[in-house]
């Protein structure tokens, strides 16, 4: 059974900075690429960020320069490293495997 898990949202002041995380078990975490979406109140969920099994990076333009992301291999996490936060950032972050596997989703707040 695979299973993701998100988690170090927060509520952070515009211009901080916040690190998820991405717990995966039941995957061959090695081989998958993992994907990064957020959904605002309102709005439809939209894809964030990738991070491919070698470890290739591609970012949404609306992030790119602020955030980062990187695969720990040996703990099977992947982490989303978010700087410079906008209010418009403020959303459910939620972990992809596969194209197939969700977690549940981080609440991410940026407000003063």
């Known amino acids: 059974q695979v299973r993701v898990a998100e988690s170090g949202g927060g509520l952070v002041q515009p211009g901080g900075s916040l690190r998820l995380s991405c717990a995966v078990s039941?995957?061959?975490?090695?081989?998958?690429?993992m994907k990064w979406f957020r959904q605002a109140p309102g709005k439809e969920r939209e894809w964030v960020a990738t991070?491919?099994?070698?470890?290739?990076?591609d970012f949404e333009d609306s992030v790119k320069g602020r955030f980062t992301a990187s695969r720990d291999w040996a703990r099977s996490t992947g982490h989303l490293y978010m700087n410079s936060l906008k209010p418009d950032d403020t959303a459910v972050y939620y972990c992809?495997?596969?194209?197939?596997?969700w977690g549940q989703g981080t609440q991410v707040t940026v407000s003063s």
């Open positions: 992809n495997i596969l194209d197939r596997f």
């Open positions: 039941g995957a061959n975490f090695k081989i998958a690429t």
């Open positions: 991070i491919t099994a070698d470890g290739s990076t």
